[in-house]
């Protein structure tokens, strides 16, 4: 396999959202601040699997959530309406772990700094990848420290048959506006998460690539090798599996005030071999899981400073020199 001397100098950290980040589910705040009984809401969502199975029609269980919430929007259960305005307002008090969000600036920073990996162009780059709700993640006091975000996505107002040939206003789509999320426009479930890790790989996000474009290895932006996946969870399993195949590191994190957490993810987890280590959700500085990332982070960019000297030394032949001719000795 040919190898670029430019070796890739970007590192991604990929972060699950709900209980990785946050303690607890974005959602239960979106739920208390527009009056939806989240027992009630999770319980019919529970419950509607078996009740479409029974009419012979196929669900996703992963996603019938964001059609139920979508009900709960048509039939006026929910005060205010709901918009991706109102949405990214809820994320703006999403409440974080202790350390979050300091630590996606500081640990980029602190990478960018060393005068070795900073000469080589090294970065790192955070990604978000969740089934939760993109708009609240984008409001929440993460979004800034964020190079993307993969989760579920509402569109507004649907376009409508001939809206090709409609005369759109100048300055419509910057409008907010009260107009109600009505349709699903983007979800990720527990296996389509693994489109994210592709789609970072290739640089699908930041280039005209698409996901299923031919591309070789040594040319694709972020090797799966400099991968850091960060998540809390069993759902998490099929990007544990891609990076820890792949030479990727993994991270299982856990609230460290629930019991019931923390033996979750050391027995479906840490046990099991998913995760490469286990830590509490806590990011503050001397923190382990602050410590295990932070080491991981230098060990790939040491690891990409020494490929790319190497790779020059073995592929870049030096250009000839004048030979002088020696001064003869006195006597």
């Not at 027992?39 to 529970?46: A, G, I």
């Not at 772990?97 to 790192?124: C, H, R, T």
């Not at 579920?152 to 009260?178: H, N, S, W």
Request: hydrophobic share 40%; aromatic share 10%; glycine share 6%.
């Amino acid at each position: 396999m040919a190898i670029s001397i430019f070796t890739q100098p970007v590192i991604a950290v990929l972060w699950d959202f709900d209980q990785t980040l946050i303690p607890g589910y974005q959602q239960d705040l979106l739920f208390e601040r527009c009056g939806i009984d989240s027992v009630k809401f999770w319980k019919e969502v529970n419950a509607l699997a078996a009740y479409y199975e029974a009419k012979d029609i196929s669900v996703s269980h992963d996603t019938l959530y964001l059609n139920h919430l979508l009900t709960y929007v048509s039939e006026g259960k929910t005060d205010p309406v709901l918009t991706n305005h109102y949405l990214r307002e809820v994320g703006h008090d999403l409440e974080f772990y202790p350390g979050m969000p300091e630590f996606l600036k500081s640990s980029a920073a602190e990478i960018q700094e060393e005068a070795a990996y900073n000469a080589n162009g090294i970065v790192v780059e955070h990604y978000v990848v969740s089934t939760g709700l993109r708009q609240m993640i984008l409001g929440s006091a993460a979004a800034p420290y964020l190079k993307d975000v993969w989760a579920c996505e509402f569109i507004e107002e649907a376009a409508g048959v001939g809206y090709l040939d409609e005369v759109q206003a100048p300055g419509d789509a910057d409008d907010p506006g009260a107009t109600a999320i009505s349709q699903v426009g983007y979800f990720l479930d527990n296996l389509t998460k693994t489109r994210a890790v592709w789609e970072i790989n290739k640089g699908c996000n930041v280039t005209s690539i698409k996901v299923n474009d031919m591309i070789a290895d040594e040319d694709r932006r972020v090797p799966l090798q400099n991968m850091i996946y960060v998540a809390d969870g069993p759902s998490d399993i099929p990007i544990f599996s891609i990076l820890n195949n792949k030479g990727g590191y993994t991270l299982g994190v856990y609230n460290p005030k629930i019991d019931k957490h923390f033996e979750e993810v050391k027995s479906r987890l840490m046990d099991q071999g998913r995760v490469k280590a286990m830590a509490p959700a806590d990011y503050s500085e001397g923190s382990m899981a602050n410590k295990w990332i932070m080491s991981t982070l230098r060990s790939i960019a040491t690891r990409i400073v020494a490929d790319r000297a190497k790779l020059l030394a073995d592929k870049v032949q030096p250009a000839a020199v004048h030979v002088t001719a020696a001064p003869k000795a006195d006597g």
